[in-house]
């Protein structure tokens, strides 16, 4: 929506080759049997607004699905209050709405919207559920911590910053925890009393699972071959070695844990990176290998899962954010959890995936 309406400043219009490989991705979908004739499809009155209403309405004809009646008024600002907002209109809003009889009052509602408060509040709210971080997650954030980390994604969604920088930040994030919120992020991979090894994959796992929707955890402690056929087709094919060169990218991170009293009940990290490093299979006390299964070899310089590109610098957190906003999961990611979000669905869905029967849910892993 705020992209339709030209809301959205970080959105730039999509050329038409754009436009066309979505329209042809849609079209390769998996599609159920045609139930009625093109030619008797009934349309809304609404024209299309942009590409993807154009794509959705021709396969919608394509498949012979007889589309729902447009909402009415009352229908469409409760819908669209609540899915923006998270909360129904007022009275005199709904009543301030059903008597315009300006024929962009859809547009301008939306406008108001977007942005609102309101909006604020409930978007706030929809990343810290992503994100998970808080308070209490062992000694590592706290409060202060937390409310850092609320403050900097409110400033984020206030301020309309691209999420593309947003993301970026939050791989990059330096400095103490409980002087500044993105390093939290960070703090919220710590694996308490474990080896470091862990708290590179675990926060490899989150940045992977959060920005290009693909749970990694599981090669970190197994091949995928003979594991995850039936989860994720493309991890299916991956190693243990081939994770490692991915978390390698974190293992110059330096997390420095200081008490922030003197009963040590609570403790800040501050974050730097080394200037030289790799993932390795030493364990600093090795009576403690952790959770996952004995590593061998290294160290390991980082390799980019998903393309096989290595660093061009030495600063491999800044290479890792680069190769991770740039990557064409990183949108295709966000756009199916912003989908899932308003339409409870994912455009890419493993709970309702072809021949699929029942509706466990489950974690999208595409």
């Known amino acids: 929506w705020a992209v339709a309406f030209g809301q959205e400043t970080n959105c730039p219009a999509y050329p038409a080759s754009q436009a066309a490989a979505v ?24 024209p299309d607004v942009n590409f993807i209403d154009t794509a959705l309405f021709q396969q919608i004809a394509v498949d012979g699905i007889q589309p729902a009646d447009g909402a009415t008024d009352e229908e469409f600002i ?5 899915d923006i907002t998270g909360r129904i209109p007022t009275l005199r809003q709904i009543q301030d709405y059903l008597a315009s009889t300006d024929p962009a009052k859809k547009a301008a509602l939306l406008s108001r919207l ?9 978007w706030t709210h929809w990343f810290m559920d992503r994100f998970q971080v808080t308070g209490d997650y062992y000694d590592f954030i706290g409060i202060p911590g937390r409310t850092l980390f609320y403050s900097s994604v409110r400033s984020f969604i206030t301020a ?20 500044s919120g993105p390093p939290n992020y960070l703090m919220r991979g710590v694996q308490y009393s474990q080896p470091i090894q862990d708290t590179w994959d675990e926060t490899t796992n989150r940045i992977t699972t959060h920005f290009l929707g693909v749970q990694s955890t599981c090669v970190s402690c197994h091949n995928g071959r003979g594991h995850l056929e039936p989860i994720n087709l493309y991890l299916s094919k991956r190693t243990r070695l081939d994770f490692w060169g991915q978390s390698a990218f974190l293992s110059r991170m330096n997390i420095l844990l200081q008490a ?7 403790e800040s990290g501050y974050i730097s990176d080394r200037a030289s490093g790799g993932y390795n299979s030493v364990l600093a006390d090795p009576n403690n290998p952790g959770p996952r299964p004995a590593r061998t070899g290294g160290p390991y310089t980082p390799v980019y899962l998903f393309n096989g590109q290595t660093p061009a610098s030495g600063n491999w957190r800044k290479e890792l954010a680069s190769n991770i906003v740039n990557d064409r999961q990183f949108a295709r990611a966000f756009v199916n959890y912003v989908w899932t979000q308003f339409f409870r669905v994912g455009i890419v869905d493993p709970r309702f995936r072809p021949g699929r029967t029942d509706r466990k849910s489950t974690r999208l892993n595409s």
């Open 23 to 46: 329209q042809r991705s849609i079209a390769r979908t998996v599609r159920p049997p045609r139930l009625i004739k093109p030619e008797s499809i009934r349309r809304d009155s609404a």
């Open 78 to 82: 409760r819908r669209v209050t609540l």
């Open 114 to 122: 977007i942005g609102s408060k309101e909006y604020v509040d409930y």
């Open 160 to 179: 309309d910053t691209s999420y593309q920088d947003f993301a970026t930040q939050l791989i990059t994030a330096a400095g103490n925890s409980h002087q």
């Open 260 to 266: 922030d009293d003197s009963a040590n009940s609570q």
